[in-house]
């Protein structure tokens, strides 16, 4: 079955950095684009960032770009999220994500929280 799994979460200082990993079991994970989420209590879940299947493409939404980078290792079934020049508005949950055969599978997500 599809499985995701978020690592790499924790506590970091405002202006400082974390790498989030996402590890996939389950399916074709090199031909797949890989989605990261993030949400915070009370709203909505908003897409971060996207990978196409090589690598050779990325997506940011605004809030992010220029600091946070999507890479992936398709030999390890691994996604990662490089997350630089942190601030307390990218304190909440991340999850990552993959659209397989029409259905959304998420991981459990990983606490991240930035202080001031």
């Known amino acids: 079955q599809v499985q995701l799994v978020e690592s790499g979460g924790g506590l970091v200082q405002s202006g400082g950095s974390l790498r989030l990993s996402c590890a996939a079991s389950?399916?074709?994970?090199?031909?797949?684009?890989i989605f990261w989420y993030r949400q915070a209590p009370g709203k909505e879940r908003d897409l971060v960032t996207t990978?196409?299947?090589?690598?050779?493409?990325?997506y940011y939404t605004d809030s992010v770009k220029g600091r946070f980078t999507i890479t992936r290792d398709n030999a390890k079934n691994t996604v990662y999220l490089q997350m630089n020049s942190q601030t307390p508005e990218d304190t909440t949950i991340y999850y990552c994500?993959?659209?397989?055969?029409?259905?959304?599978?998420w991981g459990q997500g990983t606490q991240v929280t930035v202080s001031t």
């Open positions: 994500n993959v659209l397989y055969h029409g259905q959304r599978y």
């Open positions: 990978i196409t299947p090589t690598g050779t493409a990325t």
């Open positions: 389950g399916f074709n994970f090199s031909i797949y684009h």
